[in-house]
């Protein structure tokens, strides 16, 4: 018997912290390895799942920005 998929909408994926979200991608890439599962509910897990990376994706650069702006700021500071 397999695990029901979890249906959730792109805004739940967007009010993610990045440490759920990784979280999250984890598990479904140990039950995709698994590869025990019904055709549809691989798609559907994976479909999450690139939206889960996308939202991590989207963490990271956010803090290299922050990082490249202060390192920046902090340069600029010296001059």
Do not use: F, H
Request: aromatic letters at 4%; charged letters at 35%; a negative charge.
């Amino acid at each position: 018997m397999t695990e029901p998929t979890v249906q959730q909408t792109p805004a739940d994926i967007n009010s993610l912290s990045y440490e759920q979200a990784r979280e999250e991608l984890v598990g479904i890439v140990k039950r995709l390895e698994a590869g025990n599962l019904p055709l549809e509910d691989s798609l559907s897990l994976w479909e999450r799942g690139e939206a889960l990376a996308d939202r991590c994706q989207g963490w990271l650069d956010g803090a290299r920005e922050r990082l490249d702006k202060a390192r920046e700021e902090s340069s600029d500071d010296e001059d």
